[in-house]
């Protein structure tokens, strides 16, 4: 799917002409006759809007004369409790900007609604995309950290697998917004090392962009939103996986505290079982023949019973 998007007035709209210069074009999962139009309207090389169709594309910045590209990863919610990553590729020609995702994503959608685009300004809108994806990064930290708080409520209360099940998939969750966090962190550091300035002829490094100062605020600002977002997201990995530990111990302690209560009444159990046993048998035995033997020997198996279940509560097992 392809849109494109320019400023008219101030306000920027959607556009069928996607060839006028100081266009945003938008690609979700394009196909290959979308690849090529955009290639020869923006002038960009197809290996530039193919990289981000890779899902495991791991973020980066190439440049090629006066073309650019950045990849970053961004959040996709699959789930209440799954959270992945897909990547989203930023191209930038003299003219147009293109960018490039899997799926339709809420860094895009809700940038547009905000309006306060402009897509002529390439530079600021790279940075407002990377902006937008690190709020987006901690508001879904947010919603997990809220669910993870909601399903150790529920362990308290019941040791089931179930919530222990939903506790592994925020992990995993987790681990993937860390993992792609990371990777952003070190573009955007890259990015703000080289202040986005223009390659000259001879120089190596650097992106054919300009960073005005506004810009760089910006970036500043993407910078702590993205570092904010990391330390929340390694912050609630560890505090989940100690959580999950904890709970294992005191399930596997509960667990044992059951089957040595359930050892202690087999134990006392067990001894009028083994009287009754040698009175059942076929032999002489004491107070066979006594009127009052079977109530002797009943006495006597609760009474050793008790002894039993008196010996074992002094010992902690019942």
């Given at each position: 799917m392809l849109r494109a998007y320019r400023q008219i007035q101030q306000v920027v709209h959607p556009v069928e002409d996607f060839t006028q210069p100081g266009t945003w074009i938008h690609l979700v999962a394009p196909t290959d006759e979308e690849v090529a139009a955009v290639a020869a309207a923006t002038g960009l090389p197809t290996d530039f809007l193919r990289a981000a169709l890779d899902e495991d594309e791991r973020p980066r910045q190439e440049a090629e004369g006066e073309q650019a590209l950045v990849i970053i990863r961004i959040p996709v919610a699959r789930s209440p409790l799954q959270y992945t990553t897909i990547p989203l590729g930023i191209a930038v020609s003299q003219d147009f900007l293109v960018t490039v995702c899997l799926e339709e994503t809420p860094v895009i959608d809700g940038l547009v609604a905000q309006g306060k685009v402009h897509p002529a300004k390439k530079t600021r809108l790279l940075l407002q995309l990377m902006y937008?994806?690190?709020?987006?990064?901690?508001?879904?930290?947010?919603?997990?950290?809220?669910?993870?708080t909601e399903l150790e409520t529920a362990l308290r209360r019941s040791m089931r697998n179930e919530e222990m099940f939903h506790l592994m998939e925020i992990q995993k969750s987790l681990v993937f917004l860390t993992t792609a966090l990371r990777a952003n962190q070190i573009v955007m550091e890259k990015l703000l090392r080289s202040r986005l300035r223009p390659v000259r002829e001879g120089?190596?490094?650097?992106?054919?962009?300009?960073?005005?100062?506004?810009?760089?605020?910006?970036?500043?600002?993407?910078?702590?939103e993205?570092?904010?977002?990391?330390?929340?997201?390694?912050?609630?990995s560890s505090i989940l996986s100690g959580t999950m530990d904890a709970f294992a111990s005191i399930i596997s302690?509960?667990?044992?505290?059951?089957?040595?209560?359930?050892?202690?009444?087999?134990?006392?159990?067990?001894?009028?079982?083994?009287?009754?046993?040698?009175?059942?048998?076929?032999?002489?035995?004491p107070l066979q023949h006594s009127p009052f033997g079977f109530g002797v020997i009943a006495g006597a198996s609760v009474l050793a019973g008790g002894v039993a279940g008196f010996l074992l509560w002094r010992r902690g097992m019942l």
């Amino acid at each position: 799917m392809l849109r494109a998007y320019r400023q008219i007035q101030q306000v920027v709209h959607p556009v069928e002409d996607f060839t006028q210069p100081g266009t945003w074009i938008h690609l979700v999962a394009p196909t290959d006759e979308e690849v090529a139009a955009v290639a020869a309207a923006t002038g960009l090389p197809t290996d530039f809007l193919r990289a981000a169709l890779d899902e495991d594309e791991r973020p980066r910045q190439e440049a090629e004369g006066e073309q650019a590209l950045v990849i970053i990863r961004i959040p996709v919610a699959r789930s209440p409790l799954q959270y992945t990553t897909i990547p989203l590729g930023i191209a930038v020609s003299q003219d147009f900007l293109v960018t490039v995702c899997l799926e339709e994503t809420p860094v895009i959608d809700g940038l547009v609604a905000q309006g306060k685009v402009h897509p002529a300004k390439k530079t600021r809108l790279l940075l407002q995309l990377m902006y937008r994806a690190a709020r987006l990064y901690l508001d879904y930290l947010e919603r997990l950290d809220r669910k993870a708080t909601e399903l150790e409520t529920a362990l308290r209360r019941s040791m089931r697998n179930e919530e222990m099940f939903h506790l592994m998939e925020i992990q995993k969750s987790l681990v993937f917004l860390t993992t792609a966090l990371r990777a952003n962190q070190i573009v955007m550091e890259k990015l703000l090392r080289s202040r986005l300035r223009p390659v000259r002829e001879g120089e190596n490094g650097g992106l054919p962009l300009r960073l005005y100062p506004d810009d760089e605020d910006l970036l500043e600002d993407a910078i702590t939103e993205n570092q904010q977002a990391l330390s929340a997201a390694e912050v609630h990995s560890s505090i989940l996986s100690g959580t999950m530990d904890a709970f294992a111990s005191i399930i596997s302690n509960n667990l044992n505290i059951v089957m040595k209560f359930l050892t202690a009444v087999t134990i006392i159990l067990a001894i009028p079982t083994v009287i009754g046993t040698f009175y059942g048998m076929n032999v002489p035995l004491p107070l066979q023949h006594s009127p009052f033997g079977f109530g002797v020997i009943a006495g006597a198996s609760v009474l050793a019973g008790g002894v039993a279940g008196f010996l074992l509560w002094r010992r902690g097992m019942l």
